[in-house]
């Protein structure tokens, strides 16, 4: 990751600045954590196109996670009190512990099988693809900008997950019975998508409406599927906690293996 | 310090940037300058002579995540230093977003000529539709239209593979963005 801060635009809109930081954090952590996930298929993907096509994913999700977190470390460095150093993008994804990463319980989910890859991955660019088009009229111009960059590439994600979700549940009797494996492990972890941290409350953004939208897409490609959506209930059981900073058991170990090298050497370059 | 550069105005000095930038190349497809792909939005200097003159790229990435955006960057800074231009900025914009409609027609030709297909114009595709019809890319080796898509994705952010049922070479397309 480059050391520069290239980016423009430091308004904040009507967020205050620690709120701000932690909504792009919240939105970089569970770019760059997907994005790792994804990168342990690379040279393991079922076939030569497939490995490809994930590890591309992957690329996407990080440069959004970059430029996330640059826009994040602008904002600290702005506002710092004391400043002693100034803060970089490479901090904030290697030098940050799993109680400080905001992401989502969703992705940081192990690869499982390529079924729970796929659905994992249809379930959270689906939501990002809603998501961002929100965010494309954001009063801070660069979530606003970061946002409608990053709606091209999600489409393109969206489109591809989506089409495996349904080539895979209405395949052969193997390929249905991982999807519904699948369905099971991660279903639990899709409410809190649409459950806002503190921070999250003052974004703008209508996650009820996100909520409508998402099961409304969601529902079409499992009915293509022919996957049965667990009934949405009020009170329905759903993990939450990622947000706020408490993880499933799964995070630490990719952070460990993530941060490993600028823990042990700080400051390491090649 | 190359001559020259010590008296010329504002203007002529943007105008011999551009000309300096028509030599950084995108490393991962070199026979493409950066201005061929249309990822530089602006050049801009200051007024002051020789190596004060202040001068500014704005640079927007292909895709969040292309590799190739720090390697252009150092590029550029590289070239405009060999000629002469020591006070430099590379700052990155990333609105509004890069299109392959910024594509220069040059561009495109060349990029036939190298082997990959150019994008199609923008509005054939980037719909969220699954299974939506493939886009007719043409094959950049025997011109046919009788292709088929492989993979969405390819050896870059910034490609997909095809391959020709005529000529049955596999190819690099160019995705429309």
Known sequence: MSNESPTTGFLTGNLPSAAAVDYLFYLADSALILSQRNSEWCGHGPVLEQDIAITNISLDLLGQARNFYQHAATIINQTAQQPTKEITEDDLAFL??????????LVEQPNGDWAQTILRQYFFSQFQLLLYRQLQNHNDPQIAAIAAKSVKETTYHVRWSGEWVIRLGDGTEESHNRMETALDKLWAYTGELFVPADYEKETGID????????????????????????????????????KEGRHTEYLGYILAEMQYLQRAYPGAKW | MTPGTNDI????????????????????????SILDLGIVRAVKCSNEAGANKAVEVLITPT???????????????????????????????LSPA?????????????????????????QQVCKPELFDHAEAVQCPHCNSYHTHRISEFGSTACKALYQCDDCKEPFDYFKCH
Not at chain 1, 96 to 103: A, T, V
Not at chain 1, 219 to 227: Q, R
Not at chain 2, 66 to 93: S, Y
């Open chain 1, 207 to 242: 996650l009820l409406k996100l909520k409508e939208e998402w099961l409304t897409k969601v529902k079409a490609v499992f009915a293509e599927a022919t996957l049965a959506l667990p009934a949405v209930q009020e009170g329905a059981f759903m993990q939450i906690g990622g």
């Open chain 1, 96 to 105: 940050r512990s799993e109680r400080e990463f905001k992401n989502l319980l």
């Open chain 2, 9 to 32: 105005t504002r203007n002529d000095a943007e105008q011999k940037i551009w000309q300096i930038l028509e030599d950084v190349k995108d490393p991962e497809i070199p026979v493409l």
């Open chain 2, 63 to 93: 895709y969040s995540g292309c590799p190739a955006m720090d390697v252009i960057r150092v590029a550029i800074h590289m070239h405009l230093l060999e000629h002469g231009f020591t006070n430099c900025k590379i700052t990155q914009v």
């Open chain 2, 98 to 122: 890069w299109t392959t409609d910024w594509m220069s027609e040059a561009g495109k030709q060349k990029l036939k000529a190298y082997g990959i297909a150019p994008p199609n114009p923008r």
